[in-house]
């Protein structure tokens, strides 16, 4: 069954420094999704990317976010400058138009 | 914006029991989601319901869009049933099908 991968499954990152995570959706899918979980927390929307571009973001999706799909087939989240807060699980989601989701399995976001 | 409720928040259940996790929305929907989410973290989608019920294996979801409040069953639980369920509600119009999530039920089963 195809999967939606997400890499690096664990990063820790300093405080101030950017960092990349990295999702491979569902080749055929049309609309991709990040969503983050706070250890304890609901999982929450932070964007929508549909036709190259992005179709909705959350008011946590603030300038020090963005998201890219330079080839096609990776879409990545970039977080500038990260903070304490920005700890969490980062989950990436695609899904082909009117069916379910696809889930990644996480990438676990540990700035220190 | 929708608010999702679930609950029970948490269910200590012995093996073999039937279980009902609730879920209950305040606006109207496009679909319902039931998500399981494992002590690693990782989210697999079991049901996307729009209307009446799904089932699958030991699973039964149920939705009543006129009551706002969805329903989800294990029947003969197992102790692998044991994670978090989340139901998560979707709208097409406006929002590119984005979810909203309950905060979810942790369910246990004991052998």
């Known amino acids: 069954e195809p999967e939606v991968t997400q890499t690096p499954s664990h990063q820790v990152t300093q405080m101030g420094q950017e960092v990349i995570l990295r999702c491979v959706p569902i080749s055929n899918h049309l609309y991709f999704y990040w969503y983050r979980q706070i250890l304890g927390q609901k999982v929450e929307f932070l964007v929508s990317?549909?036709?190259?571009?992005?179709?909705?973001k959350s008011e946590i999706f603030d300038d020090q976010f963005s998201v890219e799909r330079p080839d096609g087939s990776n879409f990545t989240l970039k977080i500038r400058s990260t903070k304490l807060e920005d700890s969490a699980m980062y989950f990436c989601?695609?899904?082909?138009?009117?069916?379910?989701?696809?889930f990644g399995s996480g990438t676990r976001l540990t700035v220190v | 914006k929708n608010e999702v409720e679930q609950s029970p928040q948490n269910l200590t259940a012995q093996e073999g029991e039937f279980i009902t996790i609730n879920c209950s929305y305040s606006v109207g929907i496009s679909a319902l989601h039931w998500l399981q989410q494992h002590p690693g973290g990782g989210i697999v989608s079991l049901f996307m319901?729009?209307?009446g019920k799904k089932k699958h294996g030991r699973l039964i979801a149920t939705i009543n869009i006129q009551e706002k409040h969805s329903s989800l069953h294990i029947t003969a639980s197992h102790p692998r049933d044991s994670a978090v369920y989340i139901c998560a509600t979707m709208n097409y119009g406006g929002s590119q099908g984005n979810l909203i999530f309950g905060k979810g039920t942790k369910l246990s089963v004991k052998p």
């Open positions: 989601a695609s899904r082909p138009g009117s069916y379910g989701y696809t």
């Open positions: 990317f549909y036709n190259n571009e992005i179709s909705e």
């Open positions: 319901l729009s209307s």
